[in-house]
């Protein structure tokens, strides 16, 4: 079946504009994930959901940055205000219902370059 | 806080060799440990999970074991083709009521024809 997919796979936008990324959890999935991959911080956790909630919010880097997951589907992180080290990799992942057993499988990911 | 780190960041060997990754974390509670490849601008594959409650897993030329008590798991790759060559992530989850997963930085394996 079709995997977890993510768009735009790239995106380039000045400094101080605002962003949003989406994600399409593999169908079924009720638990997704944000997590930012770059070059000095490897790979880190930025945001959980459970349905539409965000019961782990703890990764967010900033005020600046916030995520809405809506129909227990897709969801859009939302970046304002970008600057220059919001550039990354961001990479969405989803598993299969609310135990912590379940792979997490990801997507190909956004890469943000902010100029 | 649970850190993990790969030895070594990088690694080259012969198509055919056997190679061993490793990766250690320094909290043995975890809930459990999954191993991922990564190919040049692409998102994760997952490899393999093991529960904290399991030793090793297996899938085809990949095995995995996991070793909690000392904080150790090693990724062996049997018989290395070309095709292998890739960045291999290990990632924990914590065994508090966590759902994030926390990654090394990753080895680097190139496996020359």
């Known amino acids: 079946g079709a995997g977890v997919s993510q768009s735009p796979s790239n995106k380039v936008t000045e400094k101080g504009k605002d962003v949003e990324l989406r994600c399409d959890p593999i169908?079924?999935?009720?638990?997704l994930y944000w997590y930012r991959q770059s070059l000095g911080q490897g790979l880190e956790f930025l945001i959980y959901?459970?349905?539409?909630?965000?019961?782990?919010k703890s990764g967010l880097p900033s005020d600046r940055f916030s995520a809405e997951r809506t129909g227990g589907s897709v969801s859009t992180l939302t970046i304002q205000r970008t600057q220059q080290e919001d550039s990354a990799v961001y990479l969405c992942?989803?598993?299969?219902?609310?135990?912590?057993?379940?792979?997490?499988?990801f997507g190909p990911g956004t890469r943000l370059t902010v100029t | 806080k649970q850190e993990v780190t790969q030895i070594p960041a990088a690694l080259s060997v012969p198509e055919g060799e056997n190679l061993v990754l490793n990766c250690s974390f320094t909290?043995?509670?975890?809930?459990?440990l999954q191993w991922f490849r990564q190919d040049p601008g692409k998102g994760l594959t997952s490899l393999l999970l093991?529960?904290?409650?399991?030793r090793e897993q297996t899938s085809g030329r990949l095995n995995a074991s996991l070793d909690k008590s000392s904080g150790r798991s090693t990724l062996y790759i049997a018989a290395s083709q070309p095709g292998d060559s890739a960045t291999y992530l290990c990632?924990?989850?914590?065994?508090?009521?966590?759902?994030?997963?926390?990654f090394g930085s990753g080895t680097r394996l190139l496996v020359r024809p």
């Open positions: 990632a924990v989850r914590r065994g508090d009521s966590s759902y994030k997963l926390i």
């Open positions: 909290d043995s509670a975890i809930y459990n």
């Open positions: 959901f459970q349905g539409n909630s965000a019961p782990d």
């Open positions: 169908s079924g999935h009720t638990a």
């Open positions: 093991i529960q904290s409650s399991q």
């Open positions: 992942a989803s598993s299969l219902g609310q135990s912590r057993s379940y792979e997490q499988y």
